[in-house]
């Protein structure tokens, strides 16, 4: 009986809530290959070993204390000083040497980087133990929120690189042509964000209504996903405060969390805009489908925004949400491809008038429901993941 195919997979977080990294591994274990996922051990949050149910194998390496600082973001590391930025620097450097350590000791025949930030490590890695290196871009990095003042160095890195892997992934057809014709390589397969059927199974509930003790019957407008700059939550919290008789539930942390927060206090609509803490992958399609639409009003920022589609705009759609989303090119053609909702110009006027539209409708928002529901088997992974076995193939067959 032959050995199955070792790959190792190399993410730059603690591997706790990474859905795509997640379903991919799955995916391979699932068909016959042992995949090890590095990732970063945060002390108190995770262990460093662990095998998950389905066969999943978990490595985490010390972050030797770069998640011992309260992440306030990019500004504040700017603002940090020399001395702290140096020490940052030095432990960093020193992750990324025992990941490369980690990684050629465990001899894989396929190292699979998740992301810009772990292609050096992953190049340098297959080098020293001979394997092959798959490159999966989640985001163009060269032109993306809280990475400007790093996009000659991502640029450098990748442009480098990148002809010297095996095969590349993208997330959305837009990507897979950036990447084409900036860095003069083959069109990278596409593998969009999309959840598994089972964030289809949860039926609609009173989950959120119970968690935050709603009182009223009113719709529920879900976002869900990071709270970062750059995706029009201000916005939509500035929108909430003209629209009555709709909650608004966002789902998720991040950088502007507190500042989100302290907005609505300001305006003085805490009765209908409420927050809820990050939750586990497991959890969330119970979540998700107990609101009653999604909302995605990312603003046009970057070329990474105009670009996406988004782990968020799947997860409603397959949850049975009807959906109102900015509309840029890779979701508008997923909104009106298969009716699901309504695709908007990046300004507050249109968001509002969709909301609205929405609460005043709900013949409207049952006809897009039903048009979820005949999405599912488009729309969810298992529809997409033979393209990963495929490229897997195509690379162990390279010479």
Same mark, same amino acid.
């Given at each position: 009986?032959?050995?199955?195919?070792?790959?190792?997979?190399?993410?730059?977080?603690?591997?706790?809530?990474?859905?795509?990294?997640?379903?991919?591994?799955?995916?391979?274990?699932?068909?016959?290959?042992?995949?090890?996922?590095?990732?970063?051990?945060?002390?108190?949050?995770?262990?460093?070993?662990?095998?998950?149910?389905?066969?999943?194998?978990?490595?985490?390496?010390?972050?030797?204390?770069?998640?011992?600082?309260?992440?306030?973001?990019?500004?504040?590391?700017?603002?940090?000083?020399?001395?702290?930025?140096?020490?940052?620097?030095?432990?960093?450097?020193?992750?990324?040497?025992?990941?490369?350590?980690?990684?050629?000791?465990?001899?894989?025949?396929?190292?699979?980087?998740?992301?810009?930030?772990?292609?050096?490590?992953?190049?340098?890695?297959?080098?020293?133990?001979?394997?092959?290196?798959?490159?999966?871009?989640?985001?163009?990095?060269?032109?993306?929120?809280?990475?400007?003042?790093?996009?000659?160095?991502?640029?450098?890195?990748?442009?480098?690189?990148?002809?010297?892997?095996?095969?590349?992934?993208?997330?959305?057809?837009?990507?897979?042509?950036?990447?084409?014709?900036?860095?003069?390589?083959?069109?990278?397969?596409?593998?969009?964000?999309?959840?598994?059927?089972?964030?289809?199974?949860?039926?609609?509930?009173?989950?959120?209504?119970?968690?935050?003790?709603?009182?009223?019957?009113?719709?529920?407008?879900?976002?869900? &996903?990071?709270?970062?700059?750059?995706?029009? @939550?201000?916005? /939509? !919290?500035?929108?909430?405060?003209?629209? =009555?008789? +709709?909650? #608004?539930?966002?789902? &998720?942390?991040?950088?502007?969390?507190?500042? @989100?927060?302290? /907005? !609505?206090?300001?305006?003085?609509?805490? =009765?209908? +805009?409420? #927050?809820?803490?990050?939750?586990?992958?497991?959890?969330?399609?119970?979540?998700?489908?107990?609101?009653?639409?999604?909302?995605?009003?990312?603003?046009?920022?970057?070329?990474?925004?105009?670009?996406?589609?988004?782990?968020?705009?799947?997860?409603?759609?397959?949850?049975?949400?009807?959906?109102?989303?900015?509309?840029?090119?890779?979701?508008?053609?997923?909104?009106?491809?298969?009716?699901?909702?309504?695709?908007?110009?990046?300004?507050?006027?249109?968001?509002?008038?969709?909301?609205?539209?929405?609460?005043?409708?709900?013949?409207?928002?049952?006809?897009?429901?039903?048009?979820?529901?005949?999405?599912?088997?488009?729309?969810?992974?298992?529809?997409?993941?033979?393209?990963?076995?495929?490229?897997?193939?195509?690379?162990?067959?390279?010479?």
């Amino acid at each position: 009986m032959s050995k199955p195919i070792k790959v190792s997979m190399i993410v730059w977080n603690p591997f706790t809530n990474d859905a795509r990294v997640l379903k991919e591994a799955e995916t391979l274990v699932a068909n016959g290959y042992q995949v090890t996922v590095f990732a970063l051990f945060k002390a108190g949050v995770n262990v460093e070993h662990d095998v998950l149910t389905s066969g999943v194998i978990v490595r985490r390496i010390d972050g030797m204390g770069l998640f011992r600082r309260k992440n306030k973001g990019h500004a504040q590391s700017l603002s940090m000083k020399p001395l702290a930025q140096l020490s940052r620097l030095v432990k960093r450097v020193g992750t990324i040497f025992s990941m490369i350590a980690a990684v050629s000791r465990s001899k894989p025949d396929i190292i699979h980087a998740h992301d810009v930030n772990v292609l050096v490590t992953a190049y340098v890695a297959s080098k020293m133990c001979a394997a092959k290196l798959v490159y999966d871009a989640h985001e163009i990095s060269t032109d993306r929120e809280g990475y400007r003042p790093f996009r000659k160095v991502v640029g450098c890195i990748e442009k480098t690189l990148t002809p010297k892997v095996a095969a590349m992934i993208t997330t959305t057809d837009v990507r897979a042509k950036f990447f084409r014709l900036a860095y003069k390589v083959p069109r990278p397969t596409v593998l969009q964000n999309r959840p598994t059927k089972s964030f289809a199974e949860p039926q609609q509930s009173n989950h959120i209504r119970d968690t935050l003790n709603l009182q009223q019957s009113w719709p529920i407008a879900l976002y869900q &996903g990071m709270l970062q700059p750059g995706r029009g @939550l201000e916005r /939509l !919290v500035q929108v909430a405060q003209h629209i =009555d008789e +709709v909650y #608004f539930v966002f789902i &998720g942390g991040g950088r502007i969390e507190d500042k @989100l927060k302290q /907005l !609505v206090t300001n305006l003085g609509i805490s =009765d209908r +805009v409420h #927050f809820i803490a990050t939750v586990p992958l497991a959890d969330l399609p119970l979540y998700t489908a107990s609101a009653t639409f999604g909302v995605q009003p990312i603003e046009n920022t970057c070329l990474n925004h105009y670009s996406t589609d988004s782990n968020k705009l799947f997860e409603y759609i397959l949850a049975g949400l009807p959906v109102i989303s900015t509309g840029f090119p890779e979701i508008r053609k997923v909104i009106e491809q298969y009716q699901l909702g309504l695709a908007i110009k990046d300004n507050s006027q249109d968001l509002h008038q969709a909301i609205v539209q929405f609460r005043d409708n709900p013949e409207l928002l049952q006809h897009y429901a039903a048009n979820t529901q005949a999405a599912v088997e488009q729309l969810c992974w298992e529809e997409q993941e033979h393209k990963l076995l495929e490229l897997y193939q195509r690379v162990q067959s390279a010479v």
